[in-house]
């Protein structure tokens, strides 16, 4: 078998616990598997004696040597031999590679876990055939939080051994993959430099009721890009004088499709975000419900996560409608408020991050900072405070968290910053009044998502044209006369968004070129 052509797509790694497999023999669940179309098998079971084991091991190798397809072992060099299989997998505290590669030859394939840059690089100089990267995601088996290294790490580590000239090594990941968010660990994981060369799986196969099925499904997702890519995979080059010239008609075209802006939002704000999405030309619904979510997932909008009041079982809706929107692939606001205020806070940013894919993340110095990683950040409530960051700081950071998390990030304040990871704009539109009102930045959120309803090839597209709407109609209701102050500007507000919708339906888009924005 020729180490180079191995397909490491569908890694099916087993387990024989009571709690995956059940009553059942595993091989039979790994000859389903394989006929589904997993196409590398490891054996790994920490309990059985060795007589044992290399006797499911020869079982299991006339199930995938009929298949063409390698059966390594987990840790076990001596069953690996015994059983006369491919190869083995070994951890980094189980044998080391070289003693490994002794004992095996170099036709064995030995796959090394991996869990940092320094591991990784370090078993790929060393020989390593793959590297196991993970833990991806907590699990009922693996809920050490600090071997939970995320999308986020695991592209970190394919970006590094591509700079480092070893990108031609072959890498999984492993840890919580299933179904529901295997495209979005591919999608998020790939970079310019490497991408994964596939997903090592346990229990979404082993303990599914029909494990074929559960490969072929499996499979098919692999070799398909999730549905809410389309909207970062036209990166068209737009230069302020473009955006100017879209925004309007952008904004007919929302006013015409009157597409669903379904908002999960703090108490404090639903009436105004309810009239905010009307004004602009979207049609809302307020609602909390995760098990409401898969039936409004299906009616072509846009879907706030607002995370102003933040409990447990709000997050558990958060993530049932995350899921919801992300199968379909419906555009999803973040809008991790109060991030950065207490700890339960900062965990539960972790979590929705965790849980599902973001097509914009929005908040202020403190949020965006926590979102990517920042640690020691304080912050009052959810007022943005002081900024603590230069503009160019602010803008690396809302670059560079775009560009791991592969989707737009907002960065609010006396200067905007936005960000695609490779387009980037200021925005200095705005008034004072806006940091004097309830709910201004939950309303931008809601403004955001009803664009991003209608724009699905340009999600960078369509959240400036929002930011651009939501601030000139804030300059355009301070000065007009029944303005006096924050309580009589929230009207004019909501008025003046309606009348950029309107000019716009008109076909009269002069109010963009209020713009104050920059290209970075």
């Known amino acids: 078998m020729d180490r180079q052509q191995i397909n490491y797509s569908v890694y099916l790694v087993t387990d024989s616990t009571a709690g995956i497999l059940g009553d059942r023999d595993l091989v039979p669940v790994v000859a389903a598997a394989v006929k589904g179309g997993a196409t590398i098998v490891q054996l790994r079971d920490k309990t059985s004696e060795t007589a044992e084991l290399i006797r499911i091991a020869k079982r299991l190798h006339d199930v995938t040597r009929?298949?063409?397809i390698p059966l390594l072992i987990n840790d076990r060099v001596d069953v690996a031999l015994a059983?006369?299989?491919e190869g083995?997998?070994?951890g980094q505290d189980d044998i080391d590679l070289a003693?490994?590669?002794?004992?095996?030859?170099?036709?064995a394939i030995i796959g090394v876990t991996a869990n940092s840059e320094e591991e990784a690089l370090?078993?790929?100089?060393?020989?390593?055939?793959?590297?196991?990267?993970?833990?991806?995601?907590?699990?009922?088996?693996k809920d050490n939080t600090k071997s939970i290294i995320g999308t986020a790490g695991v592209r970190q580590i394919l970006i590094k051994l591509a700079e480092e000239g070893l990108g031609h090594v072959r890498t999984v990941c492993i840890g919580g993959i299933n179904h529901s968010n295997v495209q979005r660990v591919l999608y998020q994981t790939a970079s310019a430099q490497k991408k994964l060369d596939g997903v090592a799986v346990v229990s979404a196969i082993i303990a599914a009721q029909d494990p074929q099925e559960a490969a072929s499904s499996l499979s098919q997702l692999i070799r398909s890009p999730p549905a809410f890519a389309a909207a970062f995979t036209s990166k068209t080059s737009l230069n302020r004088d473009d955006m100017i010239r879209a925004a309007p008609l952008l904004v007919k075209r929302l006013a015409e499709q009157k597409p669903l802006c379904h908002n999960m939002t703090n108490l404090v704000v639903q009436n105004f975000a309810a009239n905010v999405v009307i004004a602009v030309g979207a049609s809302p619904i307020m609602s909390n419900n995760g098990n409401e979510a898969r039936d409004l997932a299906q009616l072509g909008g846009s879907l706030v996560v607002n995370m102003g009041t933040s409990t447990p079982e709000g997050r558990a809706n958060y993530l049932q409608a995350i899921r919801a929107y992300n199968a379909v692939g419906g555009?999803?606001?973040f809008d991790p408020v109060g991030a950065a205020a207490t700890q339960d806070r900062r965990d539960g940013v972790r979590e929705l991050m965790a849980g599902g894919f973001f097509s914009v993340v929005k908040g202020n110095e403190g949020e965006i900072r926590t979102v990517a990683g920042a640690v020691g950040i304080s912050q009052r409530g959810v007022d943005s405070g002081?900024?603590?960051?230069?503009l160019d700081q602010r803008v690396e950071l809302v670059r560079s968290t775009a560009a791991r998390e592969r989707n737009v990030i907002i960065l609010s304040g006396p200067i905007d910053v936005v960000s695609d990871g490779e387009r980037t704009v200021t925005i200095r539109n705005g008034h004072e009044y806006l940091g004097e009102i309830t709910g201004s930045g939950c309303t931008l959120g809601a403004t955001v998502a009803s664009l991003l309803a209608v724009e699905r090839k340009d999600a960078f597209l369509a959240v400036v044209t929002a930011m651009l709407m939501y601030e000139i109609a804030a300059e355009r209701a301070a000065p007009r006369p029944d303005v006096k102050g924050p309580g009589t500007f929230v009207p004019a507000f909501i008025d003046e968004l309606y009348h950029i919708r309107q000019e716009s339906v008109e076909g009269n888009?002069?109010?963009a070129a209020a713009a104050q924005l920059e290209f970075r």
Do not use: K, M
């Open 386 to 390: 002081d900024a603590q960051l230069s």
């Open 509 to 511: 888009g002069a109010w």
């Open 331 to 333: 555009p999803i606001l």
């Open 88 to 90: 083995v997998h070994i």
């Open 83 to 85: 059983a006369g299989v």
């Open 99 to 107: 003693s490994a590669r002794r004992l095996l030859g170099q036709q």
């Open 122 to 141: 370090t078993a790929a100089r060393d020989g390593a055939d793959y590297l196991g990267i993970g833990t991806v995601f907590a699990t009922p088996t």
């Open 66 to 68: 009929a298949a063409n």
